[in-house]
């Protein structure tokens, strides 16, 4: 049974940092694909970026590139999402979602994905 855990949100300034952790249990190989996605009130959830197995299958939304690093720790089953120069449009609560295989221009859309954690709130704020 999979199962996904995120950690590391809470407050921060405007052009502050956090890390978001996602712990992924269940999985019987590395051959998974794991991203992030975000949901703000009243707005849609959006994909915010996505890992395969190795920098050259990493994904990142406009909004958040130069300013967001996904990576990976296959040895802990954890995808870390670094979230820096926070604005208050970051504000939301982030979603880790799994799903096997290697998944490329369907990324973001939240079909793609069979497995989600329960989510943990960001807010940009002063």
């Known amino acids: 049974q999979v199962q996904l855990e995120e950690s590391g949100g809470g407050l921060v300034q405007p052009g502050g940092s956090l890390k978001l952790s996602c712990a992924a249990s269940g999985f019987t190989t590395d051959y998974y694909s794991v991203a992030w996605f975000r949901q703000a009130p009243g707005k849609e959830r959006e994909g915010v970026a996505s890992i395969f197995n190795g920098a050259g299958s990493i994904n990142y939304a406009d909004s958040v590139k130069g300013r967001f690093l996904i990576s990976r720790d296959n040895a802990k089953n954890t995808v870390v999402l670094e979230m820096n120069s926070l604005e208050p449009e970051d504000s939301a609560v982030y979603y880790c979602?799994?799903?096997?295989?290697?998944?490329?221009?369907?990324?973001?859309?939240?079909?793609?994905?069979?497995?989600w954690g329960q989510g943990t709130q960001v807010t940009v704020s002063s």
């Open positions: 979602a799994a799903r096997w295989g290697f998944i490329r221009s369907s990324w973001a859309r939240q079909e793609a994905y069979d497995f």
